[in-house]
């Protein structure tokens, strides 16, 4: 066997086998990596995404490594407390994302960046949320669920709720826990009947008014006080100077032209 042919009948099964591992990379996607505590599954249906499973994991934050082809994400009954901005900005395909059942307290305005165009449904429910920015679901298509959360109604949530015009059934569900207006406290969101915004501003003018007030009872008082205490020395002194004996007369001074009359 010459060199030639031995070089061919090593090469040419060892190009197949290559053929064959590009062949399978380009037909078969790759596995994704899950999340440490979680299950995931490939859905059936297009667009063939993943279904991520982190329920009851005792997670205390949200995984930075959820595939980017994720459309169900499932991070109920857990212990995160913080939703990061653009913690899920990768996540494209996402079309259910499940946070019900933690202790979320606050959500910033870029909670939920990346998830304008495809976020179907998410869940809020039953966490510790008492306040969001104003553009916290501004962008967002989803239907949500903020119910049972100790909400405190105030000029933000008001922004918030207003951003929701296709969620009025969630804005229903909303219940001031705490309100910049007391006698609001317990009632429903939408039963609060004034412009938070406006009411915290009229705050500000009148605390602005009471203190202007208070400056000028103040130069008022001084400017009565200065006025006063100024007669008092004046009456003082010029008691002294009547007190003080009058100069006598000389003998060779001469009368007065009134008394010569």
Request: net charge neutral.
């Amino acid at each position: 066997m010459t060199p030639l042919d031995l070089w061919l009948s090593r090469s040419i099964p060892m190009c197949l086998l290559l053929q064959s591992l590009v062949l399978m990379v380009l037909c078969f996607p790759s596995a994704s990596p899950c999340p440490k505590g979680c299950t995931c599954q490939r859905s059936e249906s297009p667009p063939h995404g993943l279904n991520v499973t982190c329920s009851l994991s005792r997670l205390k934050e949200i995984p930075p490594d959820v595939p980017p082809d994720t459309q169900l994400l499932q991070l109920d009954r857990n212990h995160i407390s913080l939703v990061p901005d653009r913690i899920f900005y990768s996540l494209r395909m996402l079309r259910r994302l499940n946070l019900s059942h933690n202790a979320v307290e606050t959500l910033g305005e870029g909670a939920f960046v990346g998830l304008e165009g495809s976020l179907e449904v998410l869940d809020l429910s039953h966490n510790r949320i008492t306040s969001v920015h104003k553009d916290a679901f501004a962008r967002l298509k989803a239907r949500v669920v903020v119910d049972n959360n100790p909400w405190h109604c105030d000029c933000a949530l008001q922004q918030a709720i207003g951003g929701m015009a296709h969620n009025h059934e969630a804005a229903t569900r909303v219940l001031c826990r705490s309100s910049e207006l007391r006698d609001q406290e317990g009632q429903p969101f939408l039963a609060v009947d004034a412009d938070l915004c406006n009411l915290s501003k009229r705050t500000t003018d009148y605390a602005m008014l009471v203190t202007m007030f208070g400056w000028f009872a103040m130069v008022i008082s001084y400017v009565v006080y200065y006025v006063r205490q100024n007669q008092e020395d004046a009456r003082r002194h010029l008691e002294y100077l009547k007190s003080l004996p009058s100069k006598p007369k000389k003998p060779d001074e001469p009368e007065d032209i009134s008394t010569v009359v």
